[in-house]
């Protein structure tokens, strides 16, 4: 059996501090979150370290929506994937990285991430 990680998609790109994301998480609205990697399947963000805890495996992410000019801006539906860091024990962290897998996405929206990050990836 694999694994979420051995199925993700090899075409992600790393992005810079300029790209973001905003969702609603459990009615609490999260704007202006950082992420650091996107495929066409989803995005590595990260959330502040006393917000993990309610980002557990397979919480749904609603309306959430690409923060860059250059991406789609249709409301996607998301599941967070896994959760690196904050583990109790473990010395504290200002920031939780949160693997986040896209889960329904309007066509048109879905062909235009998937034509930028094929785009983004020949720079590579």
């Not at 990680?5 to 810079?16: C, E, F, L, M, P």
């Not at 300029?18 to 995005?43: D, Q, W």
């Not at 919480?59 to 994937?81: D, R, T, Y």
Request: hydrophobic content about 45%.
């Amino acid at each position: 059996m694999s694994t979420f990680a051995d199925r993700r998609d090899t075409r992600r790109v790393i992005v810079g501090p300029e790209f973001g994301i905003s969702f609603t998480l459990k009615g609490h609205a999260y704007s202006e979150v950082r992420i650091t990697n996107l495929s066409p399947g989803g995005c590595f963000a990260l959330v502040g370290a006393r917000e993990a805890r309610l980002f557990e495996r397979s919480a749904v992410l609603e309306n959430l929506v690409l923060l860059h000019p250059e991406l789609p801006k249709a409301p996607i539906i998301a599941a967070v994937s896994y959760v690196l860091g904050g583990r109790p024990g473990t010395e504290a962290m200002e920031y939780v990285g949160v693997g986040i897998q896209f889960m329904g996405m309007e066509d048109a929206a879905q062909e235009l991430l998937e034509t930028w990050i094929s785009a983004a990836t020949a720079l590579q």
